[in-house]
C-alpha cells in the first residue's frame, strides 16, 4: 500500500511540475507575441508608454495594474476577450487592428478540420499569461 501512495505522491508532483513548465513556456511564447503585436502601443514594459502611443488619440492602457483594477485578481478570461475580439475595446475601433489574423480563427476546411481554432487559441492563451506575469 506504501508503494502505491508513493506513486500517486510522485505522479502528482511530476504533474505539478509540468504544469509549472507548461506555464513558463507559454509566457515565453506570449513575450514573444507581446513584442510583436503589442509594444508598439502599450510599451515594452506594457506601462502604455509604447512609441505609438503619443499618435494615439485614447490613451494606451498600463498593461500591468489589469490585477489592481481588479481587487487584485488577473482578469484572464475578460483579457482574452479582449485580445480575440470578442470584447471591444473602444481605442482598437473593436478588434485588435494590428493583429490581423493573428488573433483570428480561419474556418475548416477538408485538409485541415479545426481551421486554425487550436493554434489561435494558444497564441490568445499564452499572450493573456505572459501579461498575467508582468502584473504589479
Not at 1 to 16: E, H, R, S
Not at 54 to 67: D, E, G, H, K, Y
Not at 73 to 80: S, T
Amino acid at each position: 500500500m506504501m508503494d502505491f501512495t508513493k506513486a500517486i505522491a510522485a505522479g502528482a508532483v511530476f504533474g505539478l511540475a509540468a504544469a509549472g513548465i507548461a506555464s513558463a513556456q507559454d509566457a515565453d511564447v506570449g513575450a514573444g507575441l507581446y513584442a510583436d503585436y503589442c509594444a508598439a502601443c502599450h510599451g515594452a514594459s506594457g506601462k502604455g508608454d509604447g512609441d505609438m502611443a503619443n499618435l494615439m488619440t485614447v490613451p494606451s492602457p498600463n498593461l500591468t495594474l489589469l490585477s489592481q483594477g481588479n481587487d487584485g485578481e488577473f482578469p484572464m478570461l475578460k483579457v482574452i476577450h479582449v485580445i480575440d475580439g470578442r470584447t471591444g475595446v473602444r481605442a482598437h475601433g473593436g478588434a485588435m487592428p494590428v493583429f490581423g489574423r493573428v488573433f483570428a480563427s480561419t474556418e475548416p476546411g477538408p485538409n485541415n478540420p479545426y481551421g486554425s481554432v487550436l493554434e489561435v487559441r494558444g497564441r490568445v492563451l499564452s499572450l493573456a499569461m505572459y501579461l498575467e506575469s508582468i502584473q504589479q
